[in-house]
């Protein structure tokens, strides 16, 4: 049903830029969401080097072992008596050197038989665009994010043999730097 034979067509001395605006946006807002799509793009190629520089340094400690993929994402090698377990999903990305270039953190927890045994962070740094194994750091620690060359994680105060070592009160959020191959703690 018509209700008018009007035409509502933009006229007047606003009509070219309402329409120049409107193609503006349109173009502004594309070129955005193709940065995010190429950026998300490269994250996860990233996430995918680290988890395969994981695995191979992972399968030097083990003499034969079995590889297993859960349906959640996480890598397990095992030998039957002692295994690794990379968890794909939590490998953080971000800034940890001076360049520009985003560099990765890959978690790995040890196995021994069913139950962790401690954990370890391999530091990955993007060198000459290719990630790299710089150094491992074996720490309970949980590595939250990486910004700006600031390394957040979470930190239990008890061992991991005192029935307090998981208590969520007993843990704390530190700051780190990675300088001159070493996590030193610092003040954000």
Not at 55 to 82: F, W
Not at 102 to 115: E, P
Not at 159 to 188: A, M
Request: net charge positive; charged share 25%; hydrophobic share 35%.
């Amino acid at each position: 049903m018509r209700l008018s034979g009007k035409s509502f067509k933009t006229t007047g001395s606003f009509a070219g830029p309402i329409k120049y605006f409107g193609v503006m946006l349109l173009v502004l807002s594309s070129g955005c969401s193709h940065n995010a799509k190429r950026d998300k793009n490269t994250e996860w190629r990233i996430i995918e080097d680290a988890a395969v520089i994981a695995e191979n340094y992972t399968a030097g400690h083990l003499k034969s072992y079995q590889r297993k993929v859960t349906p959640t994402g996480n890598i397990i090698l095992t030998d039957g008596e002692r295994g690794f377990v990379i968890e794909k999903y939590s490998i953080k990305t971000g800034f940890i050197d001076g360049d520009k270039t985003k560099d990765a953190i890959v978690t790995v927890l040890h196995m021994k038989g069913d139950y962790v045994t401690g954990s370890e962070h391999l530091i990955l740094l993007s060198l000459e665009g290719k990630l790299t194994l710089l150094r491992s750091v074996e720490s309970d620690m949980k590595i939250l994010n990486i910004n700006n060359g600031i390394i957040t994680a979470k930190v239990p105060t008890h061992p991991r043999t005192s029935p307090l070592f998981n208590c969520e009160s007993c843990q704390e959020i530190q700051n780190f730097r990675f300088i001159d191959g070493d996590l030193v703690k610092v003040e954000k």
